[in-house]
């Protein structure tokens, strides 16, 4: 979590004009959930601190490359009474790899409602990482095994873990806990940008259950394509996290898949929308 902290923490360059780097963890692409915590970071910072985002809606255009930096150039599009728009580009190599329009609005009174949170396994009584690893990895292929074994920001213990152990065909929906491995810095800055973050999280995942497969398969080509989020309520991210998800559709080699992000206590946090390619490889 540390180092999530401080890869958020971009270098101002001149006015809206941000550097970014990427850990050095051996994956060969910049994980999309860190451009879009990151862009969000600069769009921020290039906004009043009394107005705070409310949705944001992305696209992935290039991979990123985990081993040069990424430039962030901030749009200032529109300030209202109310609400600002801000425009990001990611520019890495003298290229686009990725691009978000954020919306941001002036904190205000009005209706509330919201869908109840699932009723379902509390994350104390499910297994953890550590437990995972020791009882399912030892069979699993090397794919998972990387993926599993690898230190993260945000732990995760999914409600059920039959899609990781068998090729059996499920429905289209998952319940995952999540949560940070320490703590994030008491500025909404920041929680908004790991929530952000995490929000990338298993989402092209749950559009391959109905088929039996996953996002590990080597026969399949996974990549994040867009990337849209809604800000409901203020968030602390102190503890678990419950993030509902589910596909209502794949087809043309695309995923479609939706989600919620709940507080312990029910309040309804966030919701999200992305869909990816899940290609078969021509080979496969």
Same mark, same amino acid.
């Given at each position: 979590?540390?180092?999530?902290?401080?890869?958020?923490?971009?270098?101002?360059?001149?006015?809206?004009?941000?550097?970014?780097?990427?850990?050095?963890?051996?994956?060969?692409?910049? /994980?999309?959930?860190?451009?879009? %915590? #990151? +862009?969000?970071?600069?769009?921020? &910072?290039?906004?009043?601190?009394? @107005?705070?985002?409310?949705?944001?809606?992305?696209?992935?255009?290039?991979?990123?490359?985990?081993?040069?930096p990424i430039i962030f150039e901030v749009e200032r599009t529109r300030d209202g009474s109310s609400?600002?728009?801000?425009?990001?580009?990611?520019?890495?190599?003298?290229?686009?790899?990725?691009?978000?329009?954020?919306?941001?609005?002036?904190?205000?009174?009005?209706?509330?409602?919201?869908?109840?949170?699932?009723?379902?396994?509390?994350?104390?009584?499910?297994?953890?990482?550590?437990? /995972?690893?020791?009882?399912?990895? %030892? #069979? +699993?292929?090397?794919?998972?095994? &990387?993926?599993?074994?690898?230190? @993260?920001?945000?732990?995760?213990?999914?409600?059920?873990?039959?899609?990781?152990?068998?090729?059996?065909?499920?429905?289209?929906?998952?319940?995952?806990?999540?949560?940070?491995?320490?703590?994030?810095p008491d500025d909404h800055h920041y929680q908004y940008a790991v929530l952000a973050y995490l929000?990338?999280?298993?989402?092209?995942?749950?559009?391959?259950?109905?088929?039996?497969?996953?996002?590990?398969?080597?026969?399949?080509?996974?990549?994040?394509?867009?990337?849209?989020?809604?800000?409901?309520?203020?968030?602390?991210?102190?503890?678990?996290?419950?993030?509902?998800?589910?596909?209502?559709?794949?087809?043309?080699?695309?995923?479609?898949?939706?989600?919620?992000?709940?507080?312990?206590?029910?309040?309804?946090?966030?919701?999200?929308?992305?869909?990816?390619?899940?290609?078969?490889?021509?080979?496969?």
């Open positions: 979590m540390d180092r999530l902290i401080e890869t958020l923490d971009l270098e101002k360059l001149e006015e809206n004009l941000f550097r970014g780097m990427s850990p050095q963890n051996g994956w060969q692409r910049v /994980f999309g959930g860190q451009v879009i %915590a #990151q +862009a969000l970071m600069a769009a921020q &910072r290039c906004v009043d601190n009394d @107005r705070r985002v409310h949705s944001l809606h992305a696209y992935f255009v290039r991979p990123g490359d985990p081993t040069v609400f600002s728009t801000r425009r990001v580009v990611a520019i890495q190599h003298g290229k686009t790899i990725f691009a978000m329009s954020c919306s941001f609005q002036i904190e205000e009174p009005g209706y509330d409602h919201q869908m109840a949170i699932p009723d379902v396994t509390k994350p104390e009584e499910l297994m953890g990482e550590k437990e /995972f690893r020791e009882v399912f990895l %030892a #069979q +699993a292929p090397d794919t998972v095994k &990387r993926y599993w074994g690898r230190e @993260r920001p945000i732990e995760i213990r999914p409600v059920s873990l039959t899609h990781y152990i068998s090729n059996e065909k499920l429905d289209p929906s998952a319940h995952i806990w999540v949560r940070t491995t320490g703590p994030v929000s990338d999280m298993t989402l092209l995942d749950t559009s391959l259950y109905p088929h039996g497969t996953s996002i590990f398969n080597p026969e399949i080509q996974p990549a994040s394509l867009d990337h849209a989020m809604w800000f409901h309520r203020p968030c602390r991210l102190e503890d678990w996290l419950l993030y509902t998800q589910d596909s209502p559709s794949a087809s043309g080699a695309r995923g479609m898949t939706r989600g919620s992000i709940y507080g312990r206590d029910g309040t309804l946090i966030a919701s999200v929308a992305q869909e990816g390619l899940i290609r078969k490889r021509a080979n496969a």
